[in-house]
């Protein structure tokens, strides 16, 4: 046998979790926004032979 009315119950908490979903959403994307643009902002390739010593002995100067 169904249930065929819903409560007033279940729909405060349908709203309740339908808000908390989007609050979740928006901070993933928020995020996921922040991260790509830092990596784009970075030079990862000059900033690994910075770090490494590795740009002086790949760009062909000798000692």
């Known amino acids: 046998m169904a249930i065929g009315r819903e409560h007033e119950l279940h729909k405060r908490r ?4 339908m808000g908390v979903g989007l609050a979740l959403a928006g901070f993933v994307a928020i995020v996921f926004g922040l991260t790509v643009v830092k990596v784009k902002v970075i030079d990862v390739p000059s900033a690994y032979e910075q770090n490494t010593g590795l740009g002086a002995a790949t760009s062909g100067a000798s000692e």
């Open 14 to 17: 349908m709203g309740r979790n």
